[in-house]
């Protein structure tokens, strides 16, 4: 693999580093969930633009939905909608999820 660097030659790209990773996807047992409501909440939205996996999307009828596939795990979620209480939240059965690449 060729290595591409950023103008400046400032090293890999965040993108470049974030191919790197490998995902091992849990079938049918998301760990992170929606729980379904009237209307997300500022906060819910606000994750379709600052998932850094981009799992959270908007769907046609307005609602938040997360397609788990990919995250990495950071808890910026978690976080964001700890006082709205509308996810639920916890680290893949091991041997799932994540697995990063350093170098
Ligand atoms: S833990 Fe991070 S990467 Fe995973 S879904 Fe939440 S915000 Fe996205």
């Known amino acids: ?12 790209k965040v993108e470049e580093k974030l191919f790197q ?5 849990d079938a049918g047992r998301p760990h992170i969930k929606v729980i379904p409501g009237a209307e997300p909440s500022a906060a ?5 633009t600052t998932c850094p996996a981009g799992c ?3 769907n046609d009828r307005g609602q938040v939905e997360i397609v788990a596939d ?6 910026t979620c978690r976080v964001v909608t700890a006082k709205t209480g509308e996810i639920e939240w916890q680290y893949p059965r091991g041997g ?6 350093f170098g």
Do not use: H
């Not at 693999?1 to 890999?12: E, H, K």
């Not at 990773?21 to 996807?25: D, E, F, G, S, T």
């Not at 990919?70 to 808890?75: L, Q, S």
């Open 56 to 58: 959270y999307s908007t």
């Open 21 to 25: 990773n490998r995902y091992l996807v």
């Open 44 to 48: 819910l939205r606000s994750l379709v």
């Open 70 to 75: 990919g995250c990495m795990e950071c808890g």
């Open 96 to 101: 799932y999820g994540i697995l990063y690449k």
């Open 1 to 12: 693999m060729t290595a591409v660097s950023n103008a400046g030659d400032a090293g890999p």
